[in-house]
């Protein structure tokens, strides 16, 4: 989520589309829009079911993440399989 939050917040005027793909992406690419929302211009979702085109309005999130939330975050995004308790040891 973290190099996709950081890809859209360097480019202009994004679109972004939630149809298709590996469905592991989704809630990344969804939350990395919503922080990004300044930079998203439309979010679409294309229907599995008959391919209509809908397009979304997605919450605005602004939060300012302090260093130790982005390195829980960065160690919740490197593993497959994490523990709470390996991410407090960590921290």
Do not use: C, H
């Not at 973290?2 to 480019?11: H, K, M, Q, R, Y």
């Not at 998203?40 to 008959?50: E, F, G, M, P, Q």
């Not at 397009?55 to 975050?73: G, H, M, T």
């Amino acid at each position: 989520m973290l190099a996709l939050t950081e890809l859209i917040s360097d480019l202009e005027n994004v679109v972004v589309s939630l149809s298709g793909g590996p469905r592991d992406y989704l809630a990344p690419l969804t939350l990395a829009s919503s922080f990004n929302g300044g930079n998203v211009k439309k979010v679409y979702l294309r229907s599995d079911i008959n391919n209509s085109l809908t397009e979304l309005e997605l919450p605005e999130a602004s939060v300012q993440l302090d260093s130790n939330e982005k390195e829980v975050i960065s160690l919740i995004d490197q593993e497959e399989k994490i523990l709470i308790l390996q991410i407090w040891l960590k921290n």
